[in-house]
């Protein structure tokens, strides 16, 4: 199955996302619009507005749903989730397990949502979408971006109260989401669709020294930027939690897997069993769609039993309490 985008607000598989040496090169998102308390940016934070269409699947996808659990916006914003597996027309609406329909704008396939927002829209057709029932227009799909305005934009409707934000540590969870971004959030992707071994092995080589890194640097402290949960650490969360069972033979970044590094497989389970945070993890999902979208790398669209990870195990973090 071949992936595919919008040109001048018509669907295409000929294209591709890769350079002359077979290195993958992501396409950067397209609308970025901000929310904002105040309503400052023409667009406010209220209940009931704004609907989020996302993959359970999708790691990008994924930590706006970890967010929206977090700070309990489940009732001020609205959820849609995709079928796990791409169809010949890109993300799909079903009644598959796990998938809720379009119950906005009745969509059966998300790019027409892109279209609704812009008919003749050029790039990707991507998770997480998060609409505007008011001015009938996709205010953002930028993960980064979305978590950032949950967080602290819907401060005042959240129902949980959790700042993983705080103003002490702005500066360095914003250096860390950088810091990791390139080389593990979307190195293993550079690692898995890169088309050359030079490619494959600058990607991987960058990949798993990155995680050395942060192996060492979680020897001292329970997470990313200290003791305190932060932003950060759900960008690095939706990465690590498909690692084993996805990235490590399907993208063959496969020099360790994370549950032989003591350090980030024991934050991994704490990351997993923090409240809230394991209701939003569907791994049949993850699974289901890597290895049947994905026909490139995997032809057959054989999905594999395992591997057996135990994320309810009894983890180690608590020492830094």
Not at 153 to 169: G, R, T, V, W
Not at 247 to 260: M, T
Request: aromatic residues 12%; charged residues 25%.
């Amino acid at each position: 199955m071949a992936l595919g985008m919008m040109i001048d607000g018509r669907w295409t598989t000929e294209w591709t996302e890769r350079d002359g040496k077979g290195r993958f090169n992501r396409m950067p998102t397209k609308f970025r619009n901000k929310i904002t308390a105040d309503g400052s940016s023409g667009l406010k934070a209220e209940v009931g507005r704004y609907h989020l269409y996302v993959s359970l699947a999708c790691p990008w996808a994924h930590r706006t749903i970890v967010m929206r659990k977090l700070k309990g916006l489940e009732d001020a914003i609205g959820l849609s989730i995709v079928d796990p597996a791409l169809s010949d027309m890109g993300w799909a609406f079903s009644d598959a397990p796990g998938a809720i329909l379009d119950s906005v704008n009745g969509a059966k396939y998300l790019q027409e949502i892109y279209l609704k927002a812009k008919p003749n829209y050029s790039g990707r057709v991507t998770v997480p979408v998060l609409w505007d029932k008011e001015t009938q227009t996709i205010v953002n799909n930028e993960s980064r971006e979305i978590i950032r305005m949950f967080d602290t934009e819907f401060e005042a409707i959240a129902q949980n109260n959790i700042d993983l934000y705080p103003k002490s540590l702005q500066e360095k969870i914003d250096q860390t989401i950088d810091a990791i971004y390139m080389p593990i959030n979307n190195g293993v992707y550079r690692s898995g669709f890169a088309t050359s071994q030079e490619a494959y092995e600058e990607a991987v080589t960058e990949l798993f020294e990155h995680l050395d890194h942060w192996e060492s640097v979680l020897e001292n402290q329970r997470y990313l930027c200290g003791n305190q949960l932060t932003e950060a650490d759900i960008c690095m969360f939706t990465t690590l939690l498909r690692f084993d069972s996805v990235y490590y033979g399907h993208f063959k970044c496969n020099l360790k897997r994370i549950v032989d590094y003591p350090n980030l497989w024991n934050y991994l389970k704490d990351l997993y069993q923090f409240p809230g945070v394991r209701e939003t993890c569907n791994l049949d999902h993850i699974k289901q769609h890597y290895y049947m979208s994905q026909t490139a790398i995997n032809p057959n669209r054989i999905v594999p039993k395992g591997p057996l990870i135990d994320f309810e195990e009894p983890h180690d973090r608590d020492r830094f309490s």
